[in-house]
């Protein structure tokens, strides 16, 4: 799967792209989280989250006792769209199907969906991340949390406390 996507021309993001970005990581955890598209760092790399949210990113999963080597990280696009604007429906319909299969081939225990767009992809629905956090949702029988994007934290600051509760809570929901 991962050289079909390599070779993806499904949408039209195939055509600004560097290289795609498959996602990475642990590919028997049980921990699966999944965020919006890459960025500009990521798609030189060709990892998900290796600049500056990605930091912030192996900050906070450290925190609650974890590494980089125990999750598995993807993301709902594998190109980065252009200037890093959100994903276009058609985008998603097209990229979607990869994420599936990946998530059928990890099995997690649990989705951590980090931020609005990837949470209400996945959800499909049209929630703000307000709405969608602090919930266990269930996505075809695997649970499925959300909480803020590593970028918005960047970004203001006062959402940090918010996103310790939130990372608390996840921690104990697989034992
Ligand atoms: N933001 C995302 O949504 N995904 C990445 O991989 C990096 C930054």
Known sequence: MESEVKNCTKCSL????RQTVF???NKDSDWLFIAEAPGKDEELKGDPFVGRAGRLLNEIIFSIGLNREDIYIANI???RPPNNRDPLAEEVH?????????????KPKLIVALGRVAAKTLLNN???LKEMRSVKHNYYGIPLVATYHPA?????QNL????????????????
């Open 14 to 17: 195939h055509k600004s792209r």
């Open 23 to 25: 996602g990475c990581g």
């Open 77 to 79: 696009l594998k190109c």
């Open 94 to 106: 097209k990229c979607e199907p990869y994420l599936i299969h990946q998530i059928n081939l990890i």
């Open 126 to 128: 049209d929630l703000s």
């Open 152 to 156: 918005a934290l960047l970004r203001n």
């Open 160 to 175: 940090k406390p918010a996103a310790w509760d939130d990372f608390k809570w996840i921690r104990n929901l697989i034992i």
